[in-house]
């Protein structure tokens, strides 16, 4: 799946009981079963983390359409006047 280990625990060391004298009784189990027994607790705890590489929004061509489209407005075409033009517009 991906994960990649970050510790793992084992605990629980002391055989079941309901009664609560018989869990005092067990209750050293508990402070040396990492040492002597680290592999033999009832509860395994594993703690994991997911590595995924990051992604790349890819923004909708459609916007970048509509903001070209209104940025840009059209300009009216200037007519270079010729001497010629000029002289005709003076007479005419």
Do not use: S
């Amino acid at each position: 799946m991906g994960f990649e280990t970050q510790a793992a625990v084992f605990g629980c060391n002391a055989p079941p009981a309901i009664q609560q004298r018989w869990l005092e009784r067990w209750g050293f189990m508990d402070l040396a079963g990492g040492r002597w027994w680290p592999f033999l607790g009832g509860i395994y705890i594993l703690q994991a983390v997911k590595r995924v590489t990051g992604m790349r929004l890819i923004v909708p061509n459609w916007r970048d359409g509509r903001a070209a489209a209104k940025a840009l407005a059209p300009q009216p075409q200037r007519q270079v006047e010729t001497a010629r033009t000029m002289e005709e517009g003076r007479h005419g």
